[in-house]
């Protein structure tokens, strides 16, 4: 009864230790400057477009994300075919990639002198350093986590359901869109949140593809980065700002999941 009981201490002490060491920089953010610091900080010129330059890219390349990971997702899920492992584990390497790995690659393959730089100058497309190069930058390293949701979503919604809708004389682009993705709508909602979270606190991979230029490829956590050592309340108030969209994110995620599981009891 006394090693069980130390051994309960043990394993309160241990998640102690863990909720410390990962709430006590969070909640630093918010106690190091007060609130009307934190607002005043938050009118800067720069704040403000970092932030909404944030929120364009980030829907802009959720969006992509959304369009072509779905369906790509949706055939991941569904069939089964030669190399398909080898696939998925290239769709996934994005998760594992160093941020400044990721960088170099994007402008090796769509920089100025990239494979695909010449093709692209001659269609009049630039990315390199442009607000467009941070929309890839933020679908190469967001996509993987819808794409692994959204494989999961439609893994798990009943077969006999798109057969039944197939007998019925629907086509299967039709059973896709009338069956598969109600079913799993669940989980691509929180594939698109957990992708869009990504894509807002990215960092790494768009310093190195785009830079960083204010009101152009200047992102939120760019922004903290340049403002950290000359304007210390303002990098806090765009800290606590991502802080509190990426908490919403997550909670969201939370409860759509708490919610799914209870209808699934229920039924």
Do not use: H
Request: aromatic share 8%.
């Amino acid at each position: 009864m006394r090693r069980t009981g130390l051994f309960a201490v043990a394993l309160v002490a241990a998640l102690t230790a863990v909720l410390l060491f990962l709430i006590l920089p969070v909640v630093a953010i918010f106690v190091d400057a007060g609130p009307g610091e934190l607002i005043r900080s938050l009118g800067e010129p720069a704040s403000r477009e970092a932030l909404w330059l944030s929120l364009k890219t980030t829907v802009a390349a959720l969006i992509i994300i959304v369009a072509v990971g779905t369906p790509a997702a949706y055939l991941l899920a569904t069939r089964e075919f030669r190399g398909k492992a080898a696939i998925v584990t290239a769709i996934e390497l994005p998760l594992v990639l160093p941020p400044a790995a990721a960088g170099i690659g994007l402008l090796a393959a769509f920089g100025p002198k990239g494979i695909l730089g010449e093709p692209l100058a001659d269609a009049g497309i630039e990315l390199a350093l442009q607000t467009a190069g941070v929309v890839v930058a933020l679908t190469f390293v967001a996509a993987p986590f819808y794409l692994r949701q959204a494989q999961a979503a439609f893994a798990a919604v009943d077969p006999s359901l798109l057969d039944a809708a197939r007998t019925l004389g629907a086509s299967e682009a039709r059973a896709f869109a009338r069956v598969a993705i109600p079913c799993a709508a669940p989980g691509l909602v929180t594939g698109g949140a957990l992708a869009w979270g990504r894509a807002l606190g990215e960092f790494g991979a768009t310093l190195m593809f785009a830079g960083s230029f204010e009101g152009i490829t200047q992102t939120a956590p760019l922004a903290i980065f340049a403002q950290f050592s000359r304007d210390f309340p303002a990098a806090l108030a765009l800290s606590a700002v991502l802080v509190a969209v990426s908490g919403a994110l997550l909670l969201s995620v939370k409860l759509l999941g708490r919610t799914q599981l209870l209808g699934g009891a229920q039924a």
